[in-house]
């Protein structure tokens, strides 16, 4: 072998150990966002969030959803600005401020039974949330691109959303059972523990998207980039509207199943079981999907048959009072409904430049959180007015989404 040989080899080695060290060092940052995705899931309250506001909030269901559309509101003011600062100052410090932010929300909210304090509250969840959202997201992504493994982002997309849906599996019991020797509102208060614990690993993780070359940007063109990458780039602009639409549709359900448990006479000590159920059933479907997208070669077909069933089943829940098969009907719509995004994942990644990924994320998220706004005092009328027609209304609605829709199997 020639001197010249001989370099080459040493230089392929050295590259494999490089790569081999760029992997270790930032491996933990992937458990370590399990664990924080999964602390920022204990949401002890969501088991009984509708007693929450209804009993010790003193409100009514439409209020509560215009309280809603506030916390929805704040989401599309904050969402640039905060994707920005994820973009352009660190993705961990983002993940940091947004479980810091959700801590002090929860102490706040359950102080009093005031309005004002209500609005602080969600001003405060709302900023959390537009911190994580979409950062969570570009930090794994840049994770994997350090790696040399963004093929494996829908599998870890995938096991990230189920820890924080394990948190919440867990805790929503424990919110449950808390009524039987607390004030209801300690189920809102005793949040901050975990948001803190999430809050304090965020600070432990190894930024991966430091050494990216980035020109100077202004706040005007930042705020405008999202749009602009939406309008120009048609593929993205189907995937993310085809996500967006459904996943708002099935999300409403969220706010009405508490409703429809009361009207069934289930206790309300087995409402966070319930809880637990939708989250224990989104894990099984999050971990299935990323599997069975990769062995289905007509991905369009699959899509369309897989949107259709929550539909189907919004329909039927209307229909059928058997306690039993009205919450396993719920189960599937929030199931199918839910992990339908990990589809999405690969595709809308694909279709965004690297550097302002957080910011695009930030901005589909945002829309979403635009239309959740209309779409909150609709649903809360709607509910007070026949609970069973707002579910034959929703049903119908995904359906024909999925019928129109325009995704293509190269989008996917």
Same mark, same amino acid.
Request: aromatic letters at 14%.
């Given at each position: 072998?020639?001197?010249?040989?001989?370099?080459?080899?040493?230089?392929?080695?050295?590259?494999?150990?490089?790569?081999? @060290?760029?992997?270790?060092?930032?491996?933990?940052? %992937?458990?370590?966002?399990?664990?924080?995705?999964? @602390?920022?899931? @204990?949401?002890?309250?969501?088991?009984?969030?509708?007693?929450?506001?209804?009993?010790? +909030?003193?409100? #009514?269901?439409? &209020?509560?959803?215009?309280? &809603?559309?506030?916390?929805?509101?704040? %989401?599309?003011?904050?969402?640039?600005?905060?994707?920005?600062?994820?973009?352009?100052? #660190?993705?961990? *410090?983002?993940?940091?401020?947004?479980?810091?932010?959700?801590? /002090?929300?929860?102490?706040?909210?359950?102080?009093?039974?005031?309005?004002?304090?209500?609005?602080? +509250?969600?001003?405060?969840?709302?900023?959390?949330?537009? /911190?994580?959202?979409?950062?969570?997201?570009?930090?794994? =992504?840049?994770?994997?691109?350090?790696?040399?493994?963004?093929?494996?982002?829908?599998?870890?997309?995938?096991?990230?959303?189920?820890?924080?849906?394990?948190?919440?599996?867990?805790?929503?019991?424990?919110?449950?059972?808390?009524?039987?020797? *607390?004030? %209801?509102?300690?189920?809102?208060? *005793?949040? =901050?523990?975990?948001?803190?614990?999430?809050?304090?690993? #965020?600070?432990?993780?190894?930024?991966?998207?430091?050494?990216?070359?980035?020109?100077?940007?202004?706040?005007?063109?930042?705020? &405008?980039?999202?749009?602009?990458?939406?309008?120009?780039?048609?593929?993205?602009?189907?995937?993310?509207?085809?996500?967006?639409?459904?996943?708002?549709?099935?999300?409403?359900? /969220?706010?009405?199943?508490?409703?429809?448990?009361?009207?069934?006479?289930?206790?309300?000590?087995?409402?966070?079981?319930?809880?637990?159920?939708?989250? /224990?059933?989104?894990?099984?479907?999050?971990?299935?999907?990323?599997?069975? &997208?990769?062995?289905?070669?007509?991905?369009?077909?699959?899509?369309?048959?897989?949107? %259709?069933?929550?539909?189907?089943?919004?329909?039927?829940?209307?229909?059928?009072?058997?306690?039993?098969?009205?919450?396993?009907?719920?189960?599937?719509?929030?199931?199918?409904?839910?992990?339908?995004?990990?589809?999405?994942?690969?595709?809308?990644?694909?279709?965004?430049?690297?550097?302002?990924?957080?910011?695009?994320?930030?901005?589909? #998220?945002?829309?979403?959180?635009?239309?959740?706004?209309?779409?909150?005092?609709?649903?809360?009328?709607?509910?007070?007015?026949?609970?069973?027609?707002?579910?034959?209304?929703?049903?119908?609605?995904?359906?024909?989404?999925?019928?129109?829709?325009?995704?293509?199997?190269?989008?996917?």
């Amino acid at each position: 072998m020639s001197e010249l040989e001989k370099i080459k080899e040493i230089g392929k080695d050295l590259a494999k150990t490089d790569k081999i @060290f760029k992997g270790i060092s930032f491996e933990a940052n %992937i458990w370590k966002s399990y664990l924080v995705s999964f @602390f920022r899931g @204990f949401h002890f309250v969501s088991g009984v969030l509708l007693p929450f506001f209804l009993g010790w +909030g003193k409100l #009514s269901f439409f &209020q509560i959803m215009l309280l &809603q559309s506030y916390f929805t509101i704040m %989401i599309v003011l904050f969402e640039i600005p905060c994707g920005a600062i994820s973009d352009y100052i #660190s993705r961990k *410090f983002s993940l940091f401020l947004g479980a810091l932010a959700m801590a /002090l929300a929860a102490l706040i909210y359950s102080y009093l039974p005031n309005i004002f304090l209500f609005i602080l +509250g969600e001003t405060l969840f709302a900023l959390g949330y537009a /911190l994580v959202s979409g950062t969570d997201e570009a930090f794994i =992504f840049d994770t994997l691109r350090k790696m040399e493994r963004e093929n494996e982002m829908p599998k870890i997309m995938g096991k990230l959303r189920s820890f924080f849906l394990a948190g919440i599996g867990i805790s929503a019991p424990i919110g449950s059972m808390i009524t039987l020797f *607390f004030p %209801i509102r300690y189920s809102m208060t *005793f949040m =901050f523990f975990p948001f803190i614990i999430a809050a304090l690993i #965020s600070l432990s993780l190894r930024e991966p998207n430091h050494d990216l070359e980035r020109e100077p940007s202004n706040y005007l063109s930042v705020v &405008q980039l999202g749009f602009k990458e939406l309008k120009k780039n048609k593929n993205l602009r189907i995937l993310a509207f085809d996500f967006i639409i459904i996943d708002v549709l099935v999300f409403l359900l /969220l706010w009405t199943y508490q409703l429809y448990l009361d009207v069934l006479s289930v206790p309300l000590v087995f409402f966070g079981f319930v809880a637990a159920s939708m989250t /224990l059933t989104q894990i099984i479907f999050f971990n299935i999907i990323p599997k069975l &997208q990769q062995r289905i070669k007509n991905k369009k077909m699959f899509l369309k048959i897989y949107t %259709i069933i929550p539909g189907i089943a919004y329909i039927l829940i209307a229909f059928i009072i058997f306690t039993p098969m009205s919450i396993a009907l719920m189960l599937i719509i929030i199931g199918v409904g839910f992990s339908r995004n990990i589809i999405f994942v690969g595709g809308i990644n694909k279709n965004i430049e690297e550097e302002n990924r957080a910011t695009v994320l930030s901005t589909i #998220s945002m829309i979403r959180s635009f239309i959740i706004t209309i779409l909150y005092p609709i649903i809360g009328l709607l509910a007070m007015w026949n609970l069973n027609y707002t579910f034959i209304i929703l049903g119908i609605s995904i359906i024909l989404v999925a019928l129109i829709s325009r995704v293509k199997n190269e989008h996917l």
